[in-house]
């Protein structure tokens, strides 16, 4: 019988959404703490499709440019900067420090 190997699925669309953070974020004057940082991700996941690849060692981001090539790269910036504006509006770690 033969075995099935380790299937890795993958939701490439986390890693593009990462980039695309990092490349906003420093620039967009909103906190860049890891709270709203994880804030801006979640926000920006649930507005788009998930993209799930199987993926191998090493060919994970080859594959993250292919698909932001292909892909409709615009709405995947809207999503980013949408929720970045969100956060930057009203930063949850700064209202934890409030009393
Ligand atoms: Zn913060």
């Known amino acids: 019988m033969q ?3 380790q299937t890795e699925c993958f ?3 986390e890693k593009i959404v990462q980039q695309k953070l990092e490349a906003y974020l420093p620039d967009s ?14 926000l920006a996941l649930n ?3 998930p ?8 060919e994970l981001f ?8 292909r892909q409709n790269s615009v709405d995947i910036d809207f999503a980013v900067i ?3 504006e969100q956060i930057k509006d009203n930063p ?3 209202q934890q420090a409030k009393k």
């Open 62 to 69: 080859s594959r993250v440019d292919q698909i932001m090539l």
């Open 47 to 49: 507005k788009l499709p």
């Open 29 to 42: 004057g909103c906190c860049a703490c890891d709270m709203c940082a994880g804030d801006i991700m979640c």
């Open 82 to 84: 949408n929720a970045i």
């Open 11 to 13: 939701n490439i669309m």
């Open 92 to 94: 949850r770690c700064q």
């Open 51 to 58: 993209k799930y690849v199987n993926t191998h060692k090493g």
């Open 3 to 5: 075995q099935v190997q």
